[in-house]
C-alpha cells in the first residue's frame, strides 16, 4: 500500500507510505488524486491533512527509477497525470494542511505548494532540484508563494530552502517539532472543522478563483459567494449563535 486514508469525524488525514522516500509512481499520482476527489464530494469532510510516513522524506518528488525508463512519446500523459493530481488538491473543496515532516522536493514540493496550510518541522527542506536530472516545471505553483529571485535560485541552483528560510518567506506557515507536527496540523484541523461546512467550502472555491483576478473583480465575485451562503440555514445558525454567546449548531445547508 502506497496511500493511507484515515477518518476521524470531519477530518480526513492522506498519508504517504512508500518508504523510504515516498517518491511518486504514475499510479501513486493517480491514487493521491482518486482519493482528493473523493473526499472533495463527501460533504462529511471539512478538512485533509496530507503527510507521509517517517522522517527522511516527506516527498522526494518523482520516482526517478520509473522516470528513466519513460519515453518521450510517453510524456504528454504522464504530465496529465501530474497536473490532475495537483489540481485535485489544489482544488479539493476543503481547506488541506499539509504536515511537512521531512524534504520536499521537485514534485513533493509542488505538492505542499498547492495545499492551502503547510506545517513543517525543522528538518523539513522544499526543493526544485529538476535541474540535476534533465527536467524543469513546478515554479508557475511555487510562484504563487515565493519572490520570483528565491524562486529562480532555487530552481537554477538545484538548492533546497530550509524549514526556517519558507517560514520567513510565508510559505510555511508555521515550524513545529517532529515529536508534535501531527498533533498541531490536528488541533488546526479540529479547528477549521468546528466552522459551517457550507462557509469553507464556498469561502475556498471563491478564494481560489478570485486568486488572480484583479482586486475590484475578485473582489465583487467574493460577494456573489457571500450572498449565497447567506442564504443557507447555517449562516442563519452563526450569525445567531453569536448573537446569543453559544456554539453553532451547523447542518450543512
Known amino acids: 500500500m502506497s496511500l493511507i486514508v484515515e477518518r476521524d469525524g470531519k477530518i480526513a488525514k492522506v498519508i504517504i507510505d512508500r518508504a523510504p522516500a515516498n517518491a511518486l509512481t504514475m499510479e501513486l499520482y493517480g491514487e493521491i488524486a482518486d482519493r482528493f476527489d ?5 460533504a462529511d469532510i471539512s478538512c485533509i491533512i496530507l503527510t507521509a510516513t517517517g522522517t527522511r522524506a ?3 518528488g518523482l520516482d526517478l527509477k520509473e522516470f528513466v525508463t519513460a519515453t518521450v512519446e510517453q510524456d504528454p500523459h504522464r504530465a496529465r497525470i501530474v497536473r ?27 505538492l505542499a505548494s498547492v ?17 540535476n536530472v534533465g527536467r524543469c516545471g513546478g515554479t508557475a505553483h511555487m510562484g504563487r508563494h515565493l519572490p520570483q529571485g528565491i524562486l529562480r535560485q532555487m530552481v537554477f541552483t538545484a538548492k533546497p530552502i530550509s524549514a526556517e528560510e519558507a517560514h520567513r518567506f510565508g510559505f510555511v506557515n508555521a515550524i513545529h517539532s517532529a515529536e508534535t507536527l501531527l498533533a498541531a ?14 462557509g469553507l467550502r464556498l469561502g475556498k472555491e471563491s478564494m481560489n ?20 451562503l447567506m442564504a443557507t440555514a447555517d ?6 449563535a453569536v448573537v446569543e454567546k453559544r456554539s453553532p449548531v451547523f447542518v450543512g445547508r
Open 84 to 110: 490532475r493530481t495537483f489540481a485535485s488538491v489544489r482544488h479539493a473543496a476543503v481547506p488541506v494542511i499539509a504536515a511537512v515532516n521531512g524534504p520536499a522536493l521537485g514534485a513533493g514540493c509542488v
Open 185 to 198: 496540523a490536528e488541533e488546526m484541523a479540529q479547528l477549521i472543522a468546528s466552522k459551517a461546512p457550507l
Open 115 to 131: 495545499c492551502d496550510i503547510r506545517l513543517a518541522s525543522p528538518n523539513a527542506t522544499f526543493g526544485l532540484p529538476e535541474v
Open 58 to 60: 516527506f516527498c522526494a
Open 38 to 42: 473523493a473526499l472533495s464530494a463527501d
Open 209 to 228: 478563483r478570485a486568486e488572480f483576478m484583479p482586486v475590484d473583480d475578485g473582489y465583487e465575485l467574493e460577494q456573489t459567494y457571500s450572498t449565497r
Open 235 to 240: 449562516a442563519r445558525e452563526a450569525a445567531r
